[in-house]
C-alpha cells in the first residue's frame, strides 16, 4: 500500500464526514493504493458511531476506538502502528489541517525526504493562547534539539513507514518527532500549507499545556544527549554522587580518626555508598558508549538532519485555482 493517513478524534462529530470526504476528494484523483485510520480517542458523543458507518461502506477506512480518552499522542501512535502504508500522513481531525495538501507532501517525500513537516504560515488561531506560546516553543525547541522546525505543533506531516517503527511515542511527543528520529539521520523538510480556523466545536488545548511540553522537551533533549555521548552524560549525572561521596567518606574518616564520633561509621557507610553509586554510573555509561560503537547507532550512520523549506508559488498557485 502507498499510502495511510491516521486522524486521531476526539468529539468530532461534526468534523468526520466533511474529513473523509476531504481525505477521498484529495487521493482520489492521485489514482494510488491508499487507506484511512480514524481513531476515537475515547469520545463519548457519535463520532464513532459516525466513523463506523462510514468504514462499513468504504473498505479503505479503518476505524480504532478507545474506550477512554488517552490523549492525542497515544491516539496516534495507535493509528501509525495499524497503519500498512509505507508513507504516513497524520492530521488532526478538526479541519483546521486541509487534506487538499497531502499531495504536497508525497510530492515532497518523492524527493527523497524521510520526514516532511507542514508548517501553518498563516495561522488562523487565537493570537494569546496560541500564536505566541507556539512561536515561543517553536525557537525553545529548535534551540534544545538542534533541529529547526518552524511549527512543530502542526499535525499536518508525513513520514516514511520505517521511520516510524523505530520512534517511541509517549507524553505530548508526536510534535517532537523529527527530533527524535535525528539519531536515525533523517532527512527533514518543511512546506507550507494551509490552515482554517475552527468550524465545529471547541479547541482541547490551552495554556494547560505548557508545562507537558516543557518536561518532555527536557526528557528529549536527555535522550539525544544520551545516544549520542552515553558515557559523557551518564558521568555528569554521577558527578554530584561522587562530590557526596567523597565529602562524607573524608568526614567519616576524619571522625573516625581523631574524633571517635559514634555518626563516623554512618558517614563513612553513606559516602561509600555515593561513591559505589558513581562508579555504577560511570560503568553503565560505558555500556552504553559500546552499545553506541558496536550497535545500531553507528557514528557513520549519523548523517546530519538537512531541513528546507519549499517554494509556495506552487501551493498559492493551487490555491489561486480553487479560488476561480
Given at each position: 500500500?502507498?499510502?495511510?493517513?491516521v486522524?486521531?478524534?476526539?468529539?468530532?462529530?461534526?468534523?468526520?464526514k466533511?474529513m473523509?470526504?476531504a481525505?477521498t476528494?484529495?487521493?482520489?484523483p492521485?489514482?494510488?493504493?491508499y487507506?484511512m485510520?480514524?481513531?476515537?480517542?475515547?469520545?463519548?458523543?457519535?463520532?464513532?458511531?459516525?466513523?463506523?458507518?462510514?468504514?462499513?461502506d468504504?473498505?479503505?477506512?479503518?476505524?480504532?476506538?478507545?474506550?477512554?480518552?488517552?490523549g492525542?499522542?497515544p491516539?496516534?501512535?495507535?493509528?501509525?502502528?495499524?497503519?500498512?502504508?509505507?508513507?504516513?500522513?497524520?492530521?488532526?481531525?478538526?479541519?483546521?489541517?486541509?487534506?487538499?495538501?497531502?499531495?504536497?507532501?508525497?510530492?515532497k517525500?518523492?524527493?527523497?525526504?524521510?520526514i516532511?513537516?507542514?508548517?501553518?504560515h498563516?495561522?488562523q488561531?487565537?493570537?494569546?493562547?496560541r500564536?505566541?506560546?507556539?512561536?515561543?516553543?517553536n525557537?525553545?525547541?529548535?534551540?534544545?534539539?538542534?533541529?529547526?522546525?518552524?511549527?512543530?505543533?502542526?499535525?499536518?506531516?508525513?513520514?516514511?513507514?520505517?521511520?516510524?517503527?523505530n520512534?517511541?511515542?509517549?507524553?505530548?511527543?508526536?510534535?517532537?518527532?523529527?527530533?527524535?528520529s535525528?539519531?536515525?539521520?533523517?532527512n527533514?523538510?518543511?512546506?507550507?500549507?494551509?490552515?482554517?480556523?475552527?468550524?465545529?466545536?471547541?479547541?482541547?488545548?490551552?495554556?494547560?499545556?505548557?508545562?507537558?511540553?516543557?518536561?518532555?522537551?527536557?526528557t528529549?533533549?536527555?535522550l539525544?544527549?544520551?545516544?549520542?555521548?552515553?558515557?559523557?552524560?551518564?558521568?555528569?549525572l554521577?558527578?554530584?554522587?561522587l562530590?557526596?561521596?567523597?565529602i562524607m567518606?573524608i568526614?567519616g574518616?576524619n571522625?573516625?580518626?581523631?574524633?571517635?564520633?559514634?555518626?563516623?561509621?554512618?558517614?563513612?557507610?553513606?559516602?561509600?555508598?555515593?561513591?559505589?553509586?558513581?562508579?555504577f554510573?560511570?560503568?553503565?555509561?560505558?555500556?552504553?558508549?559500546?552499545?553506541?560503537?558496536?550497535?545500531?547507532f553507528?557514528?557513520?550512520?549519523?548523517?546530519?538532519?538537512?531541513?528546507?523549506?519549499?517554494?509556495?508559488?506552487?501551493?498559492?498557485?493551487?490555491?489561486n485555482k480553487n479560488?476561480?
Open positions: 500500500m502507498d499510502l495511510s493517513v486522524v486521531p478524534l476526539y468529539f468530532e462529530e461534526d468534523s468526520v466533511p473523509y470526504d481525505i476528494q484529495a487521493i482520489d492521485l489514482k494510488i493504493e487507506e485510520v480514524f481513531v476515537n480517542d475515547g469520545s463519548t458523543d457519535k463520532t464513532f458511531s459516525i466513523a463506523k458507518q462510514l468504514a462499513e468504504d473498505p479503505k477506512l479503518r476505524v480504532i476506538n478507545f474506550r477512554k480518552n488517552y492525542q499522542t491516539a496516534m501512535a495507535a493509528g501509525i502502528d495499524h497503519a500498512k502504508g509505507k508513507i504516513i500522513v497524520t492530521m488532526d481531525g478538526d479541519l483546521q489541517n486541509d487534506p487538499s495538501d497531502i499531495p504536497l507532501f508525497l510530492e517525500m518523492a524527493e527523497g525526504y524521510d516532511v513537516v507542514g508548517w501553518r498563516k495561522r488561531d487565537k493570537l494569546v493562547t500564536k505566541i506560546p507556539s512561536m515561543i516553543a525557537r525553545l525547541i529548535g534551540k534544545v534539539t538542534g533541529v529547526p522546525i518552524k511549527d512543530n505543533g502542526c499535525s499536518l506531516k508525513a513520514y516514511k513507514a520505517e521511520i516510524m517503527q520512534v517511541p511515542f509517549y507524553s505530548e511527543m508526536h510534535r517532537f518527532i523529527p527530533a527524535m535525528s539519531t536515525a539521520g533523517t527533514v523538510a518543511e512546506i507550507k500549507v494551509k490552515h482554517h480556523a475552527r468550524q465545529f466545536g471547541e479547541s482541547k488545548y490551552g495554556l494547560s499545556r505548557i508545562y507537558k511540553v516543557l518536561l518532555d522537551l527536557i528529549i533533549k536527555t539525544i544527549s544520551f545516544s549520542y555521548q552515553p558515557a559523557l552524560w551518564f558521568t555528569l554521577g558527578i554530584p554522587a562530590a557526596l561521596g567523597l567518606t568526614y574518616l571522625s573516625l580518626l581523631f574524633d571517635s564520633n559514634s555518626s563516623s561509621m554512618i558517614m563513612l557507610g553513606s559516602g561509600t555508598m555515593f561513591l559505589c553509586l558513581f562508579m554510573m560511570f560503568f553503565w555509561g560505558m555500556v552504553g558508549e559500546l552499545i553506541f560503537k558496536t550497535g545500531t553507528k557514528p557513520d550512520v549519523m548523517a546530519r538532519i538537512t531541513l528546507t523549506t519549499s517554494n509556495i508559488e506552487n501551493l498559492e498557485s493551487k490555491d479560488d476561480q
